[in-house]
Each structure stands twice: as C-alpha cells, then as structure tokens.
C-alpha cells in the first residue's frame, strides 16, 4: 500500500543527518527559484524554503517534471477527472487550457522525476501543491484558468509516484509537518503551537468540509 501524504509515521521515523551525511530533500524546482513555472518564471516562490534547505545537514535535490514533460514556457496542464493515482490508471486525462491532451508529457515528467528521486536515495519531497505533477493534497478540478476554478482532494501524478515508490511527501504550505522536521534537525529550535498544514487551514476545512 503506498505512503499517504502526512504519513506520520514516514515522516517520524525520517533519521536524524548529519553535516557529513545529510538527510536528501527532493524540493520542486520553482520552489528552488528555477524559472520554470508555466510562464517561464519561478512564480515567486523561490526562496519560500530556505529555512529548511539552508540547514547544513540537509542536502537539496531539484526538480520540475513539467518542464522536463512539456518544456518552459508552456500551457497550463491540469487533471480533469481525478487525480495523479486517475491519471496513472487511465481513468483521467491532463488537458491544458485550450483542451489539448498533455497527458503523456505530465506522466513521462513524472516518471522522470520518480527515477531521479530513487537513483539520488531521496528521503523526503517537498512540493507545490495544487499542481497536476507535484500537488499533494490538492489538485485543480479540471482546467485553473475558469472563472470559478474548482479543486479536488487528491495528489499529483508525479506525487502518486514519489509515494509508490515509498518516499514522503509533503507541501510546501504544510508549516507544521516542516517546522517539525526542521527541529528534529536541530532541537534548539524553539516549539512553535501555531504552525498549521495545508489541510489544517481555514480555506482548506471550509472547502473540502473537514480535515
């Protein structure tokens, strides 16, 4: 059975690193300030990580499986009729903006990033969420570009894989699961009780109906 995103016990039982041999953090390439979102740019998420990539005993990995599957610039992929595991299985499809079917890019981008993560024994992943390939806890409901854009709960398709493959995995947005991996990292940090995860927000109960 694969990993779930918030797995406590994965992300507890992650090891302690050292300088000498760091804990190996596959990070999404926007978030690494690569231009490589849909418009050629990091979409100012760059740097949103530093905290946790600038620890010495953490060693950063980046990737962007878009960019690898459909190139940079590019149109905005998005699943329609499920999530990464529905895309996998053929039972959705990612459509971009003007309903051209991109679903064999986003997967090859998937796989791609899935054997980078392996080969380079990544230990945790930290993503976007809502993206197509690296959403973890929600993706878009068809296309984003619509005037009331709709989201669903579910995983991106790269996502789906980094976790068959048995690698945690978790937002960008997730402060609380991050802030405390970053203390096991280096107990003088201070306890912070009012961090919260993406799925723990206002936005996140309210829409979805409870955590």
Sequence with gaps: ??????????????????????????????????PVTTDGTDAG?????????SMPNVKTIGFCPEDIGMGTPRTMPDIHGG???????????????????HTEAIVHGARAMAEYAVSNRVELAILTDMSASCGSQVVSDGCRLIENRRYRRGVGVATALLLDAGIPVLSA????????????????????????????????VEYFGDT
């Design 45 to 53: 998420l760059g740097g949103s990580l530093h905290a946790i990539t």
């Design 83 to 101: 999530d990464g595991y529905d895309v996998l299985s053929g039972n959705a499809r990612v459509l971009d903006e003007h309903g051209v079917d």
């Design 173 to 204: 947005r997730d402060y609380r699961s991050l802030y405390s991996i970053m203390r096991r990292l280096n107990p003088e940090l201070p306890v912070r009780e009012d961090l919260r995860d993406h799925h723990q927000t206002q936005w996140f």
């Design 1 to 34: 059975m694969p990993l779930l995103p918030h797995d406590e016990g994965a992300l507890t039982s992650l090891r302690v690193p050292t300088v000498d041999d760091p804990l190996r953090v596959l990070v999404s390439g926007c978030l690494m300030g690569w």
